[in-house]
């Protein structure tokens, strides 16, 4: 009898951890596939709403980022204060309903808003998916999970850009009401995902958060209408300024908030500051290639969406590779970071010269996106390791969340500098050539950067 009840709870726990698993992949799914499956429908978004400017249409991608940059440290505090599971249902639910109004926006404004708010609901559903996984696992199988867990948001960012490139071929509004189709068999299984309740305590402060997405927001738009002669230069002053206000604020709140929304003591450690600066850099180049390898695929190169999505796959189907690779390689995270910097700018560079010369799409665009996706996957695991070596063990989930909102940041304003250099020149293949040329410097930047990180092993550790 004994041994029928062990074996009864046996069962039972891996069917709880099997549900489990399940909600929290899903979640992680939707928050990957939505970065990389709306930017191959920008063209298709564009023509939806004649009128409407390049500045505004790349909010359709920054306005994810920034809100998830801003959000995703305080989300992931307050979990732990209210419960994981709480948090987690509350932004898988709200997710799917930003999707449900992203499909259906009558307007470029409603789109925005509405991807605002799919940004702020992945903020909280991955810090969160992870936590809850673990919580329900035992420990040993911990590491087991995590890798699985990570290549789930891998994966989903391989395909992303395939899958929005078919649906895009049918109406741009298919990428957003995917997210409900795939969100609503793990609604359905939640209650049935056991809920560990929060530590209590106080809450993290959101004012600071909300003044580093108004940063952010201003930074991005104050580059992004640079060019625009519609935009007055003490209009764009008035943007920078605001802009440097509201980052003050953030730095004032985040050292005087009892909780604050970032954690500025771990940028003490040199290896960290140089690692965040390099997670910066390259993702502004990389939110360069985001944007602009799609629509030079379906702009001057003349691809469908269908093909081009497939196409712009290989960027980051080489990026699992090479993270898959990194995570075997006996490499110290800044041998890996001048790796990886190096080959992003080598794609770049390779852009700049053989794209905007006329080149076709097997030799002038395909190898580099090959290169900048080996790149990206290098860089990201090399930065995240440099960044969180030398930090103590209780600062680790600081440093890794402000080393995400470096990321995302980056990425942000990579859109809006591509925006600025690009106006009303993306029809022909040397109109790029300013874009391909800042990407470039985003991957040497990168590699100064990693060059800055202390080699630990050979230090004897911290």
Known sequence: MADLLEASKNETRGSRLGLTFFVVATGSVLASLDLFIVNIAFGSISASFPGVQPQQLAWVLNAYGIAF???????????????????????????????????????????????????????????????????????????????????????????????????????????????????????????????????????????GSLALAAAAALVVWTVSYSSDPDVSLWQLGVGALLAALFAVLFVWRSRRAAVPAVNLQVFGDHGFRAASAGMFFFYAGFGIMLVGAPLVLTGPLGLSPAVAGIAFGAGPAAAVVSTIVAGRLPSTPRTLGLLGGALFALGGLWWTILLTAGGS????????????????????????????????????????????????????IGVAVFVALTLGATSSLTGYTGAWAVLTAGGVLAVLAAWAIRDRSAEGGR
């Open 69 to 207: 940059a801003a959000l995703l440290i305080p989300f992931g505090r307050l979990a732990d204060v209210v419960g994981r599971k709480r948090t987690f249902v509350t932004g898988l639910v709200v997710f799917v309903v930003a999707s449900a109004v992203c499909s259906i926006a009558p307007g470029i404004g409603v789109l925005i808003a509405a991807r605002a708010v799919q940004g702020a609901a992945a903020a909280a559903i991955i810090p969160t998916s992870l936590g809850l996984l673990l919580t329900t696992a035992p420990r040993e199988r911990h590491t087991r999970l995590v890798s699985v867990w990570a290549a789930t948001g891998s994966i989903a960012a391989a395909l992303g850009p395939t899958v929005g490139g078919l649906l895009v071929q049918v109406d741009w509004r298919f990428i957003f009401l995917i997210n409900v189709v795939l969100a609503l068999p793990a609604l359905i299984v939640l209650p049935r995902v056991p809920s560990v309740p929060g530590s209590g305590g106080r809450r993290p402060d959101l004012l």
């Open 361 to 412: 799409f097997w030799w002038g665009y395909l190898p580099g996106i090959v290169l900048t996706g080996l790149g990206a996957g290098l860089a990201q695991t090399a930065f995240i390791a440099g960044g969180t070596a030398g930090l103590p063990q209780h600062e680790y989930s600081a440093g890794a969340g402000v080393l995400n909102t470096a990321r995302q940041i980056g990425s942000a």
